[in-house]
């Protein structure tokens, strides 16, 4: 009887792992957020590097807006 139920287990342990394996449906979402931080993080490096000028712009912007 333990034999027999000890055997079940281990099947239905290595049927889970196999269905594990075989999922694919997370590596979409792991792409996908790969490409976002490809596209991201250069465009927070150049807001960073260049923020005194990007506000200086904004500033004179607003200030020709003003009446």
């Not at 287990?9 to 490809?38: N, P, Y």
Request: overall charge positive; proline content about 3%.
């Amino acid at each position: 009887m333990l034999k027999t139920k000890g055997m079940n287990m281990w099947r239905q342990f290595k049927k889970s792992l196999r269905a594990l394996h075989e999922d694919t449906s997370g590596a979409m979402s792991v792409e996908k957020i790969l490409i976002l931080a490809l596209i991201a993080v250069p465009i927070l490096i150049i807001l960073l590097v260049f923020r005194n000028t990007i506000t200086g712009w904004f500033s004179e912007q607003s200030g020709k807006l003003s009446p």
